[in-house]
């Protein structure tokens, strides 16, 4: 199965900063690599799909880029609502999906 | 509006059972994978097992295997996770997800949830 890492597991930011969370593929995934978000007792939400494609909706502040194995999520300037945990998922050929560990973005 | 609403979690004691049910509305169902993914208390993200548009083709984290079994009824717009010889690490909310039209990994719809806890 593949293995995702995500770092860094927590990070304090400040309104405004520029932002940028990495996750690493066990495996060549190609870019077959979704992020989510995710706020206290609700569900994930997709922001970014197939590594760089940003999801009908989200806002222009965030980006990914990367394919292969090394990939990167970036928030361009942090708003209040931006305070979430971020998630990595890979679905490259077949099942299991993993999810990375999880970052936890917080308010400084 | 598209949606995905969650049903039939609860306390449940070691070794039993549960069904879970998920109500999809909005979009055409059987156009669509559809998985299960899970999430235990103060922990992240599992994906937990998906299925076919027509129901042919199903996958399970190895975890689950011999003890859940995910299908669907296209006619009721319905997907379903039977849960068997439950254990306290299935503690979790079960999340449904859609898999974006033409993918089968790409969750764009999730529902709510429904929690699971599995206690004597």
């Known amino acids: 199965d593949i293995q995702m890492t995500q770092s860094p597991s927590s990070l304090s930011a400040t309104v405004g900063d520029r932002v940028t969370l990495t996750c690493q593929a066990s495996q060549d995934i190609t870019k077959h690599l979704n992020w989510f978000q995710q706020k206290p007792g609700k569900a994930p939400k997709l922001l970014i799909y197939?590594?760089?494609n940003l999801e009908t909706g989200v806002p222009s502040r965030f980006s990914g880029s990367g394919s292969g194995t090394d990939f990167t999520f970036t928030i361009s300037s942090l708003q209040p609502e931006d305070f979430a945990t971020y998630y990595c998922q890979e679905y490259d050929n077949l099942p299991p999906y993993t999810f990375g560990q999880g970052t936890k973005l917080e308010i400084k | 509006e598209v949606q995905l609403v969650e049903s039939g979690g609860g306390l449940v004691q070691p070794g039993g059972s549960l069904r879970l049910s998920c109500a999809a509305s909005g979009f055409i169902f059987s156009n669509y994978w559809m998985s299960w993914v899970r999430q235990a208390p103060g922990k992240g993200l599992e994906w937990v097992a998906n299925?076919?548009?027509?129901?042919?083709?199903?996958y399970y984290v190895d975890s689950v295997k011999g003890r859940f079994t995910i299908s669907r009824d296209n006619a009721k717009n319905s997907l379903y996770l039977q849960m068997k010889s439950l254990r306290a690490e299935d503690t979790a909310v079960y999340y449904c997800a859609r898999a974006a039209w033409g993918s089968y990994g790409c969750f764009d719809i999730w529902g709510r949830g429904t929690m699971v806890i599995v206690s004597s």
């Open positions: 197939d590594a760089s």
């Open positions: 299925i076919k548009e027509d129901g042919s083709e199903k």
